[in-house]
């Protein structure tokens, strides 16, 4: 039986960029995919936002990590990366007083961000709805890509370096012994590996559950749409996190291809795996996209869909090594933000697995510890 360094379960936004990095190292990688081919789970209903603007500091040492990433993979990589930046805009006294104490944590971690006030966030965004605006933050350096050109590209290349990828391979179990796992069971097979990862996105508790543990990783269903095309008048994402009647909060963006894209998040949470569609979203996300920029109202939207956000209680991921299987390694929960954390993670998660010791890798290993209190919630989540 061929033995491995790294088991990844799960290829997806997390666990394909983790599988290049190890093997870039020279590990030696399997991934095991229940589904056909790669970025099939949550990936595939990404909208594509990729941010280091979060107020937790471990989010914004990956974020940062990963913005570099997607712009140095766009160099040989076609994947629609676009620099548009982000905006999370105030229309209420007690956001905007929460914002602007936000940005200068942020800037004191090294974030390009700045708050603007209402007149200047105008001329940022010239289409956006001044009536009632206050402020809101700017950060250019963040962006957007494409899920699925992206994860497909790491996918390549990763395999160019000998990862080895098994699809509809759905694991059914572990045989563990002296507190590690031993072999990775499917259907059709058994493999060895040295280190398993779960990396399982929405199923990461599922998996959990197999050696005999639960994290604290719930599926929660949100909505997204897409615009047909039309010429570029709109820069940064923006995200309105106001509390409405009928929706927790709201972001869109224009696409480099020229769709506006968009998603809200329910004031209720949908928790389970169904992702069939409502009747509901589209009539609250366009009254919530057109009351921040009404030149949206003559748009026609082309189509909507339904996918899985991994939530936590706090908003951050669990990444560490399970304590009750030694050689488990969690790396889920990204609270529907796998694919701007993913490349980060992978990155410095190759780093912590070949030993390297920095600053930044104890921040993330501290901050998403699957173990935490889960008090502390993420402002941005």
């Known amino acids: 039986m061929k033995k491995y360094d790294f088991i990844i379960i799960g290829a997806g936004s997390v666990g394909v960029p983790l599988s290049y990095y190890l093997s870039k190292s020279g590990a030696k990688v399997l991934v095991l995919e229940r589904k056909k081919s790669v970025g099939q789970g949550s990936n595939k209903a990404a909208i594509g936002g990729i941010r280091a603007t979060h107020s937790n500091p471990a989010k914004i040492i990956v974020g940062k990590k990963s913005l570099e990433i997607f712009e140095k993979w766009q160099k040989e990589h076609e994947i629609e990366w676009y620099k548009g930046g982000y905006s999370f805009v105030a229309y209420d006294e007690?956001?905007?007083?929460?914002?602007?104490?936000?940005?200068?944590?942020?800037?004191?971690?090294?974030?390009?961000?700045?708050?603007?006030?209402?007149?200047?966030?105008?001329?940022?965004?010239?289409?956006?709805?001044?009536?009632?605006?206050?402020?809101?933050?700017?950060?250019?350096?963040?962006?957007?890509?494409?899920?699925?050109?992206?994860?497909?590209?790491?996918?390549?290349?990763?395999?160019?370096?000998?990862?080895?990828?098994?699809?509809?391979?759905?694991?059914?179990?572990?045989?563990?012994?002296?507190?590690?796992?031993?072999?990775?069971?499917?259907?059709?097979?058994?493999?060895?590996?040295?280190?398993?990862?779960?990396?399982?996105?929405?199923?990461?508790?599922?998996?959990?559950?197999?050696?005999?543990?639960?994290?604290?990783?719930?599926?929660?269903?949100?909505?997204?749409?897409?615009?047909?095309?039309?010429?570029?008048?709109?820069n940064p994402m923006i995200v309105d996190i106001r509390k409405t009647s009928d929706s927790a909060n709201f972001y869109f963006y224009q696409h480099k291809t020229g769709q506006v894209i968009f998603c809200l998040t329910p004031k209720e949470p949908r928790w389970g795996f169904n992702i069939n569609e409502t009747s509901t979203f589209l009539p609250i996300a366009t009254r919530r996209m057109i009351e921040l920029v009404p030149r949206l109202k003559n748009i026609r939207v082309r189509r909507t869909w339904a996918g899985i956000y991994p939530m936590t209680p706090d908003g951050n991921p669990v990444v560490g090594f399970s304590k009750k299987v030694k050689n488990l390694f969690i790396l889920g929960g990204m609270c529907g933000q796998g694919f701007m954390l993913g490349p980060g993670l992978g990155y410095y998660l190759s780093s912590y697995f070949g030993g390297e010791k920095s600053e930044e890798i104890d921040v993330i290993l501290k901050e998403f510890n699957p173990y935490r209190s889960f008090e502390s919630t993420e402002v941005l989540k």
């Open 94 to 234: 007690e956001i905007h007083k929460s914002l602007k104490n936000l940005v200068s944590f942020q800037k004191s971690l090294g974030l390009d961000i700045e708050y603007l006030e209402r007149d200047a966030l105008v001329e940022k965004i010239p289409s956006i709805n001044p009536e009632g605006l206050l402020g809101g933050t700017y950060s250019p350096g963040d962006g957007s890509a494409s899920p699925l050109l992206t994860v497909n590209s790491f996918y390549r290349e990763a395999v160019k370096l000998g990862a080895e990828f098994v699809f509809d391979s759905e694991v059914e179990g572990f045989d563990i012994f002296d507190g590690s796992i031993k072999e990775v069971k499917t259907a059709e097979n058994t493999y060895r590996g040295d280190i398993v990862v779960n990396a399982a996105g929405g199923w990461a508790n599922n998996l959990q559950n197999l050696a005999g543990e639960s994290i604290p990783v719930k599926p929660d269903v949100h909505e997204a749409g897409i615009t047909e095309p039309v010429k570029h008048f709109i």
